[in-house]
């Protein structure tokens, strides 16, 4: 089974930064595409920002678009999301999440989830 940790989230004051990793464990890390959604209190589930390992493709929501960049070390299995200038509506609950469709469109598995997923981190930006 595709077993992903995420770690990395915290407390940080507005502008600053934090990085979230991802390690994927079960699968072979080349062959998928792999997504970090946030989940904020009454609010709908967010894919900020989803990636290619295998060729470094990225995409990135609007909402963080210029601020954060995701990332990946093939030989260690892990993705990383580096959140820059960081804003009190970044606040989430921040997953990582892996899919096997990682064709031309795996862009769009930001917009409709992914199948895999690990347990949330906290992001917590205070004004």
């Known amino acids: 089974d595709v077993q992903l940790q995420a770690s990395g989230g915290g407390l940080v004051q507005t502008e600053g930064s934090l990085r979230l990793s991802c390690v994927v464990s079960?699968?072979?890390?080349?062959?998928?595409?792999i997504g970090w959604f946030r989940e904020a209190p009454g609010k709908e589930r967010e894919g900020v920002a989803c990636m290619r390992p295998f060729d470094g493709s990225t995409y990135y929501a609007n909402s963080v678009k210029g601020r954060f960049t995701v990332s990946s070390d093939n030989a260690k299995n892990t993705v990383y999301l580096q959140m820059n200038n960081l804003k009190p509506e970044d606040t989430a609950v921040y997953y990582c999440a892996a899919d096997p469709n990682a064709g031309s469109y795996y862009y769009q598995l930001c917009n409709y989830g992914m199948d895999y997923w690990g347990k949330g981190t906290q992001v917590t930006v205070s004004s």
């Open positions: 079960g699968a072979s890390f080349d062959d998928y595409a």
